[in-house]
Structure formats: C-alpha cells, structure tokens
C-alpha cells in the first residue's frame, strides 16, 4: 500500500502546461487579428513642399509615383490599368483606410490625377495627395 501512496505523489506533482498555452495562442490569435500593418510603396520619393500640408494618421494604402512615371505599391512597380484592381485587393485588409498618393514633384501631373482617379473608382473617397511640411 504505501507504494501506491507514493507513486500518486509523484503524479500529482507535475504541472499541468496546457492552460497556460492554450491563453498563449489565444493571446497570439488576438494580436496577429487586431493589428494593422503599415504598407509602403517601396519606392523614395523627393515630395513638394506645402505650408500647409498636415499629417494624416489613416493613410494605409500608399501609392508612390516617381518623376520616371513608375506607379510603385507594396514594395512593387505597377501599371496604371492595374492601380484600380491592386486597391481594391488591399482595401479588403482596410476598408477604412484612405489612400495617400506619394508623387515625387517632378512627376507628370497627368499621371497623378489618373493615378488618384482609379483610387476613386476603386470605392475609396478618401484620397489625398502627400507633400512634405513647408516649415523646417
């Protein structure tokens, strides 16, 4: 009898994990959900600058226009017939997001306004034109 005794002992002594990874995944679960990643356009650019440019916090759809006329989004060169399609694919990660045309200040004024154009026809009415800050 005493050997029973002491074999439940040594049973009942480990420590049960699975709880605690359960909560660990779930907290993992809940943070990979709710987070929003910024996308880039991928490309530099030298923007105008604007005495009254502000700071918008809800740009998550970038797009970047070069003064060589390239159409950069999420990190890739784009033609303008795929500039509609490429923003709606990413408005489904952010329905509320807005787009924010980065456009170098030597780009051709044409290739903007098609640029924001399409971003409109894609359903987003928040579109907005980056400049950089006038006061140093």
């Known amino acids: 009898m005493r050997m029973r005794r002491h074999h439940q002992q040594d049973e009942d002594t480990g420590i049960d994990l699975t709880p605690m ?10 943070f990979i959900v709710t987070s929003s990643f910024i996308r880039e356009s991928g490309v530099e650019v030298q923007r105008p600058q604007a005495e009254t440019a502000n700071p918008q916090d809800k740009g998550n759809i970038l797009i970047a226009v070069t003064a060589d006329g390239q159409i950069w989004m999420d990190k890739q060169s784009v033609d303008i017939r795929s500039v509609r399609a490429h923003v709606e694919r990413m408005r489904v990660d ?21 640029v924001m154009d399409q971003a409109r026809l894609a359903g987003v009415q928040d579109v907005a034109l980056a400049a950089g800050s006038g006061v140093n």
């Open 21 to 30: 990874l359960d909560v660990v995944f779930i907290m993992l679960i809940f």
């Open 94 to 114: 952010q329905p509320e997001g807005a787009v924010v045309v980065q456009a170098d200040k030597d780009a051709r004024t044409g290739l903007v306004v098609q």
